[in-house]
């Protein structure tokens, strides 16, 4: 019902609050629905996580150099906040399964497909055509939570698996700063820095951390911040200064 208001709200007032009300709780409410539906069953949360990081990601790419309306930036930003905890999610999502019954087949495919094509449907419109950046993003998300779900399912030799975690979510954020660059977005090449940043921090922590010393670990530490500061925020207003520089 609060969602419900929240669109006819929009559709009476078109302001972006309103906007920004209905795109939080829809989202919400279609989560609740499928975590009460799937009660008891492993593998909801990896469905449910990768629709709501694709989810964030449309509304990441909702503003195009072209069309910077205030509710295309409402939403924007909402996507901006939400991406880096979603990807969490998604990474974490195997964790959060404390049971190994596996969804039904249908739920399974209804889930996946309205996790896929709803967010995708909502690019295509806001964005028409300059829908294949999302569309790569569709790929590496679905590569993330399958590779959470593998891990969660068999926990034997998962060294490699989280580091190739790592890898994807370097990736990712690399490729975040290349879509950035592409449309003329600041706040994609601050997010891709930023999740660079936390990725590697997170490698150092889980798997570099605790295999040496107290002394060297935090030395390392320290140095980790102070090189990889310096060197990420050269890069990061190196690009910066290219948008600058465009016609």
Known sequence: ????????????????????????????????????????????ETILTEGLLLLAVSYL????????????KALTWLGALALIPAVCAVVASGDFSHTHQPLPAGYHAAGRTAALL???????LLRGRHVWWN????????????????????RSASA??????YALCALGAVGLMAWGLGEARKERINLGIAGFALTV????????????????????LGLLFLGGGWLLEKTRRRLLARLETRP
């Open 135 to 154: 569309l790569l993003a569709c790929v590496w998300v679905l590569a993330l939570g399958e590779l959470g779900q593998i891990m969660f399912e068999d």
């Open 201 to 220: 921090l997170a490698f150092y922590f889980s798997s570099v951390m605790d295999k040496l010393g107290r002394s060297a670990s935090l030395i390392g």
């Open 160 to 165: 490699w698996r989280q580091l190739l975690q």
């Open 61 to 72: 790419s909702a503003t195009l150099p072209e069309q910077e309306t205030p509710m295309r």
């Open 1 to 44: 019902l609060w969602a419900l208001g929240a669109w006819l709200a929009w559709l009476l007032l078109r302001d972006w609050p309103q906007l920004v009300l209905a795109a939080l709780l829809t989202p919400l409410w279609l989560a609740g629905e499928w975590i009460e539906a799937t009660h008891g069953f492993s593998g909801r």
């Open 118 to 124: 709803l967010p995708l449907l909502l690019t295509w």
